[in-house]
């Protein structure tokens, strides 16, 4: 038995302890400053060690032998030592950018990689390809791509400028929130994960403590458990939020709780919007009793929701998945109309929120220092596509679409390099992806584990995990600082995303460009002595690298109440003097700019569009995000030992289909079909269904996706001309017993 060395590392999930043996990860801990720890490190061995790691650089075979009627994910892969993969890969690009520009070379990540400011997958990959000539890129993410396009529009700042620095705080919520309305849910287990990390999870905690204070706590949502058990459930037919929240503010317009005063000097356009909500544009006045009907939600309960929002200091909380469906423009630009009406943005506790619970540190009041970069140079290249676009993109090149006002054109490409995402994890209508993935010349991808990503590669190069590599641990919002310690060396011949990107710049000329002749660990010293000159400067007391090495994690000084700043308080106070960058300074209630795109889809205020239905398949299915995983991030290691993905459904629907707790059943729409396994639960509302991302796809021949990932289900359409953001939320499905039997598939 070798000696156990222990240390502490940070990631997406938060802190935890590591511990190796014979130079293996033999098991991890929570830490102790972790008042609720994720259980998600708890897979971190299995995952690390599994048999779907890449041990080396492989090549499709096809691919390889020049094979045009090969196809992507049916193929088979010949190893090959390094040196050949590099040259196979350099010499790949060179042609692409010799025949057609870079211009047709899209470089795909999704940054979730790793938690490590310098081991940053689209940081690596993105400074590659800058320093070739530049690539097309991509706008937004798939959480919040809608919202990231109309945020702006109405309250003139981006959403992650809102998100991480015009929030009310939770210590402000609990001082002075009397209300708190929260629409798609506050759920602890999404909060366990943030950009970089949340070391002290406190979600949970702070709902007790609400409890305690006696506020009134609603969650309007298809689920109970979206929310701690401490909120009122109000259970909702999914994609009508828009349609609650007209129906509340018409409540306030007629009943007389309207703030006029501050819809005259903080906001534009309401007089054009509230001919809509009084019925007089479309003849539909948005009562209580219209939206009863839609939402299935009594009219008396709407009424008294909203007088309640009135009676005191209220916040409205929108989740990130309201914008992830069809419209999901709609009820976030609705939300900042109902909460203009109530008057109280800009006080503290009041106004709105978006993304509580979505994501770790959302909430938490710690100093917004410029955290450790790996800078990624200019792109060269101006193209870009929305980024849940891509199957649009490949296979539509030169195809025409809208997106916020601009006429565009899809890109040509030929050739695609992924670096630290699984497209075939997140993206929606997967089957529709992986007819779209066959179209371009080459894919190249770095990757640990065999996803169906790696799956459908022409190059593949094995990129080590974070356990294998030093790195700097920090994250936005959260006062703790790591030295993220190498605790294992590389599994197989893996190697760093940095490491390959040296050697293909090497190969291709741009060495210097590139590396600027450091190697990762005088990288790291370098970012790590940027950020501590910024912070010191802040007057933030950081300790040397050295210093943060041997005690492996320090807290700073960054999360007192003296940063705790109230959201738009300036605006509030001064709206003349302060205004908001919009065309008007004020809140767009109705925007001129918008109305001016003239989309049918999209008008110059807030609309209600009906969820599309199809009786065919009835039961509307919702896909949020895992709680034992972050995203499809070691689901290898999940799979030894509950390999099928469970379908959540209410006791009603069960019994009408005969089925029973456990059941293997067939998930299917017009789109495609999955496996699942049947989970009983009175937690969610009769005529919705619930599957979690993360299965790594795995179609049979005959098209059967036996790995229960929801995205073989959800429609690959945009949220809108506007945002065209993913609209993976609510699509119909059926649920029926499976009678079969298939294996599971071998790596």
């Known amino acids: 038995m070798g000696k156990r060395l222990t240390k502490v590392t940070t990631s997406h999930w938060g802190a935890f302890a590591v511990s190796v043996e014979n130079g293996r990860i033999v098991s991890t801990k929570p830490i102790d400053i972790d008042p609720e720890p994720s259980d998600i490190a708890l897979n971190v061995p299995a995952a690390v060690h599994h048999k779907s790691r890449i041990d080396q650089p492989y ?33 790949e690009i060179q042609r692409v950018q010799k025949a057609n520009g870079n211009g047709a070379i899209f470089g795909g990540s999704y940054g979730w990689a790793s938690a490590g400011r310098f081991h940053h997958a689209q940081s690596q990959v993105h400074r590659f390809l800058n320093c070739i000539g530049g690539y097309v890129s991509s706008f937004a993410s798939y959480s919040t791509g809608a919202a990231q396009a109309i945020i702006p529009h109405v309250l003139g700042m981006t959403f992650h400028k809102i998100t991480w620095g015009e929030t009310n705080s939770w210590p402000l919520i609990e001082r002075h929130t009397d209300n708190l309305v929260i629409f798609g849910g506050i759920n602890p287990k999404n909060a366990q994960v943030s950009m970089g990390g949340t070391t002290e999870h406190g979600t949970e905690g702070w709902f007790k403590r609400f409890a305690k204070g006696e506020k009134y706590m609603v969650s309007v949502s298809p689920q109970r458990d979206d929310s701690p058990p401490e909120t009122t459930w109000l259970p909702i037919e999914p994609g009508t939020d828009t349609a609650l929240m007209l129906a509340l503010a018409y409540v306030l317009e007629t009943e007389g709780h309207c703030d006029r005063a501050f819809l005259e000097s903080h906001c534009t356009g309401y007089e054009v919007f509230l001919p809509y909500l009084l019925g007089h544009t479309d003849g539909t006045p948005k009562t209580p009793d219209w939206a009863a009907s839609i939402c299935d939600i009594s009219a008396d309960n709407i009424r008294s929701l909203a007088r309640r929002m009135a009676s005191g200091r209220t916040l409205i909380c929108v989740s990130w998945s309201l914008q992830r469906a069809h419209h999901g423009e709609q009820p976030y630009w609705m939300a900042c109309v109902l909460a203009a009406m109530l008057g109280q943005i800009g006080l503290p506790g009041g106004g709105i929120g978006f993304g509580y619970g979505a994501i770790g540190n959302v909430g938490k009041t710690a100093h917004r220092l410029q955290g ?317 269904v619930s599957m979690v991302t993360g299965s790594w796809y795995a179609p049979t021949p005959d098209g059967v996706d036996i790995s229960g990932n929801p995205n073989v289900l959800t429609k690959d359409c945009g949220t809108s001309r506007l945002g065209q953001g993913a609209a993976a939320h609510n699509v119909g499905v059926e649920v029926k017993k499976f009678h079969g039997s298939l294996s599971t598939p071998a790596y």
């Open 372 to 688: 450790p970069v790996f800078e990624q140079g200019n792109n060269p290249i101006s193209d870009f596509i929305p980024v849940s676009r891509i199957a649009d993109m490949l296979l539509n090149p030169n195809g025409a679409y809208d997106f916020n006002g601009q006429c565009r054109k899809y890109p040509d490409i030929r050739l695609v390099y992924w670096c630290g995402g699984n497209p075939f994890h997140h993206h929606q209508d997967l089957n529709r992806l992986n007819e779209a993935w066959q179209r371009p010349e080459t894919i190249i991808v770095h990757e640990p584990w065999w996803t169906a990503t790696a799956k459908r590669a022409d190059i593949v190069l094995p990129a080590t995990t974070q356990f294998e590599r030093e790195d700097i641990g920090w994250a936005k919002g959260d006062p703790y600082l790591f030295h993220m310690p190498q605790m294992i060396k590389p599994v197989g011949d893996a190697k760093d995303d940095y490491d390959i990107f040296h050697l293909l710049a090497k190969r291709m000329g741009c060495f210097e460009a590139f590396s600027d002749k450091r190697s990762s660990e005088q990288w790291i010293a370098k970012i790590y002595q940027d950020f501590a000159k910024n912070a010191r400067a802040d007057d933030v007391a950081v300790p040397t690298w050295e210093e943060l090495k041997a005690q492996n994690f320090v807290r700073l000084s960054i999360d007192t109440e003296e940063f705790d700043n109230v959201p738009f308080e300036a605006f509030r106070k001064n709206p003349n003097g302060n205004p908001l960058a919009t065309p008007s300074g004020k809140i767009e209630i109705h925007s001129l700019t918008i109305a001016g795109f003239e989309y049918d889809d999209v008008p110059g205020h807030p609309v209600f569009h009906p969820p599309s239905k199809d009786h065919e398949y009835p039961l509307r299915l919702t896909s949020p995000q895992p709680g034992n995983k972050l995203h499809s991030q070691l689901q290898s290691a999940i799979e030894d030992h509950q390999y099928f993905n469970t379908v959540r459904m209410h006791p009603k629907d069960a019994i009408s289909r005969q089925l029973q707790d456990q059941d293997q059943v067939i998930v299917c729409n017009a789109n495609g079909s999955c496996l699942a396994q049947v989970l009983i639960s009175g937690e969610i509302k009769q005529g919705v």
């Open 59 to 91: 090549i499709r075979k096809g691919w390889l032998e020049g094979n045009r009627e090969s196809r992507r994910g049916e193929d088979e892969y010949v190893p090959v030592p390094w040196s050949k993969a590099i040259d196979l890969a350099a010499n």
